[in-house]
């Protein structure tokens, strides 16, 4: 069993929105930090580090003042460059978040004292460590130290973590070809396995995996060519998405996950729908600035772009005539984004919307054999929704179902790197995926690409058509 230490940390770590995992934080590696920005992060460590704290927070081992101030400094570091990763798709530090991370920090410290963030962010290196130890069977101990495989982004030696791993039974050393090596005990086993049932139970998990994929959004600065290459007809989709949607020309309409503009100005949304007023509403900064160059380009007019996400609108209700959401539901908790879509509705206002139901890839012989390696796609959670979870969802919320209409559209996997770098940029496998090691991922991407090669040069199928749902709603 996890320790009630350890679950309150993460809840609160949770609550107050602070992550201690650079791996997640900037994921291509170490933040850059401006110099300018390091007096206020020294200042803020100085300050924060004062709180009293047990020193015995940790278990049997003591902790030294020197491992509290690193403790801090790596939350305020990985919280602060998360935030501005999301905002700006660059893990490269401003003021404002790192300003921003320092309060967060503080209201924890407030409400759980000091000693709750150190468990945080002690847990957190803990597990990057057992899960690391746990893929690799045995760890060079030279590698575990200089964490090369694992936190290259750690300045230190791991050999504290180490130390006091082996003084608490969680590793052994035996003895390898060139050297000793780091093994997991039955206990660090049990403890690898009691920290994935605290992040499921605490919803960690859940949150990790959505604030990655927010975060690969962010980084999609490019998505509007790779959709084109993998998904050829979806242009065309959207065109008919726009028609069938049945939405007046003169309304206050609302765009739910506009992303760079696809929908909106390629595919003739605005030109044909014609609103007397538009709110495009997108978490991705990144995304959003590729659609307002299009709604400049368009000259459009009324147009709002709003960063947000559809489980929590910032809007008044029933501010908008009508609403649609092109490819963007299967991201969201349909158990809040629909009724506070329901909420800024209008009565008599109507909602389009359009999902992918399922990734007819995962069932060919020859894409299976592809994506082996990853073996558990979280299939039916992230990326698709079952067949009446839209209606389900909607009709919970108060919605009136006018129409549901399979289509379907093609997808075209015949370039491996795009291929795999969809696969596991869009969470299909992230279960597996989020207990790997840094480098095991990496290594895995390239393997997974020459794998796809291998495939493409021996004749494997790798066009399919991909069923979707389009479907219209009212608010009575
Ligand atoms: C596949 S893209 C579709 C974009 C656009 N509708 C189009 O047709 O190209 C999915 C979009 O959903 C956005 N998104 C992800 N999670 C969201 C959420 N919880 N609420 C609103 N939008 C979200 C992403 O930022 C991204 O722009």
């Keep these: 069993m996890y320790t009630p230490e350890a679950e309150k940390s993460v809840r609160l770590f949770l609550k107050y929105g602070l992550v201690s995992d650079p791996w997640q934080a900037a994921s291509r590696g170490q933040p850059t930090l401006d110099p300018s920005l390091e007096a206020t992060l020294s200042s803020a460590v100085a300050e924060i580090s004062k709180e009293p704290i047990d020193r015995l927070v940790l278990g049997s081992w003591p902790i030294t003042q020197a491992q509290v101030e690193t403790g801090i400094r790596e939350v305020l570091l990985s919280s602060a460059s998360f935030d501005a990763y999301l905002a700006t798709g660059r893990a490269s530090l401003t003021a404002a978040s790192l300003n921003e991370a320092v309060r967060r920090v503080r209201l924890l410290v407030r409400d759980g004292g000091l000693g709750r963030l150190m468990v945080g962010y002690g847990y957190t290196a803990l597990v990057e460590n057992l899960m690391a130890v746990r893929h690799y069977r045995t760890m060079r101990e030279e590698d575990f130290v200089s964490g090369r495989l694992h936190r290259p982004w750690v300045t230190r030696t791991l050999e504290y973590e180490l130390a006091a ?13 060139e050297g000793r090596l780091v093994k997991l005990t039955r206990r660090g086993a049990q403890l690898w396995r009691d920290a994935q049932e605290l992040w499921r139970v605490t919803g960690y998990a859940d949150t990790r995996h959505r604030l990655s994929m927010m975060a690969e959004f962010a980084n999609l600065a490019d998505l509007d060519e790779l959709t084109n290459l993998i998904l050829p007809d979806f242009m065309d989709l959207r065109r008919t998405f726009v028609e069938y949607c049945r939405i007046p020309s003169g309304t206050r309409l609302l765009e739910v996950g506009s992303g760079s503009g696809m929908l909106t100005f390629d595919s003739g949304l605005y030109e044909t729908l014609m609103p007397s007023s538009l709110t495009c509403l997108d978490p991705s900064p990144v995304l959003t600035g590729l659609a307002v160059k299009k709604a400049e380009r368009a000259r459009a007019q009324d147009v709002r772009f709003v960063r947000g996400v559809a489980e929590s609108l910032p809007f008044p209700a029933e501010s908008f005539d009508h609403a649609l959401a092109f490819a963007v539901m299967q991201y969201t908790d349909r158990g809040q984004a629909l009724p506070e879509l329901y909420r800024v509705l209008r009565p008599g206002g109507s909602l389009a919307i359009s999902v992918p139901l399922d990734l007819p890839a995962l069932h060919q012989a020859a894409m299976q054999r592809w994506f082996k390696p990853l073996q558990r796609p979280s299939y039916g959670s992230y990326v698709f929704v079952s067949p009446t979870d ?46 790997l090691p840094y480098q095991a991922r990496l290594d895995l991407r390239d393997d997974l690409a020459g794998r796809g090669r291998y495939l493409l040069s021996r004749g494997a199928k790798v066009r399919f058509q991909a069923p979707m749902q389009f479907i219209r709603l009212q608010k009575p």
């Design 165 to 177: 791993g082996m003084a608490l039974g969680h590793y052994e050393l035996i003895p390898g070809p």
């Design 390 to 435: 839209i209606a389900e969802h909607a009709a919970a919320a108060g919605f009136r179902v006018l129409d549901v209409s399979d289509m379907t559209t093609s997808l075209d996997y015949s370039r491996p790197e795009l291929t795999v770098r969809i696969m596991m940029q869009f969470q299909i496998y992230q279960d597996t995926l989020s207990s």
